[in-house]
């Protein structure tokens, strides 16, 4: 096995892998780095190490820890900081501060994150970024409100991700079955397909 597959390895020892996050290779310490095995101290380590490949593999490692994450939320890289704003154990609060990253990566990031809601999601509905918006439409947690002002823009594709969201309302989702944007109206038929009858009131059984 080499040096390298050793590192990726999540059943090698703690103690190799203790060895292998010193390696001259940065290569090497970004595959301890995002080895699920490796101990926090390690970890905790690699999230200083001067190459960027490395940090950014602490950054999606379920195991990074708290501090770790809020330290490489401030990184100069934004693959760095964009890895902190998909990795699921983010803290909420942290996710709220990176909303207002300078780049879009990173926001979009965190519009599309589970623990998202509230505050960030609000704001990032106005964000000058397409790409940013349509993630925060996407997201299940994203609000009513928000969700039914987009179903009417202009912009296609922001109806579009609104119709596929599946916290968006009967209403909703009925309303853009005629959407004149085949792919918008295909998406709300498919949506409501994947609700019980019972979900949807009688009167809009014959909408669609």
């Given at each position: 096995m080499s040096t390298l597959d050793e590192a990726r390895d999540?059943?090698?020892?703690?103690?190799?892998?203790?060895?292998?996050?010193r390696d001259g290779e940065w290569e090497v310490r970004a595959a301890v780095a995002g080895n699920t095995s490796a101990p926090k101290n390690v970890l905790v380590a690699l999230e200083q190490d001067p190459q960027s490949g490395v940090?950014?593999?602490v950054a999606f490692n379920l195991n990074a820890t708290d501090v770790a994450l809020s330290h490489l939320a401030l990184?100069?890289?934004?693959?760095?900081?964009?890895?902190?704003?998909?990795?699921?154990?983010t803290a909420t609060e942290l996710l709220e501060q990176m909303s207002f990253d300078p780049n879009w990566r990173v926001r979009q990031g965190v519009a599309q994150h589970p623990a998202s809601f509230g505050a960030p999601?609000?704001?990032?509905?106005?964000d000058a970024n397409e790409g940013v918006v349509i993630e925060v439409l996407r997201n299940p947690k994203a609000?009513?409100?928000?969700l039914a002002a987009l179903a009417i823009s202009?912009?296609?594709n922001f109806r579009l991700a609104v119709a596929s969201n599946p916290s968006a309302s009967t209403e909703i989702v009925t309303l853009l079955t005629r959407d004149p944007n085949a792919s918008v109206a295909e998406t709300a038929h498919a949506?409501?397909?994947?609700?019980?009858?019972?979900?949807?009131?009688?009167?809009m059984r014959g909408a669609w």
């Open positions: 999540p059943e090698t020892t703690p103690e190799r892998l203790v060895d292998l996050a940090r950014c593999a990184d100069d890289d934004w693959m760095v900081r964009w890895g902190v704003a998909l990795n699921p154990n999601l609000a704001h990032l509905v106005h609000p009513t409100a928000t202009d912009n296609w949506t409501l397909d994947l609700r019980p009858s019972s979900a949807i009131p009688w009167v």
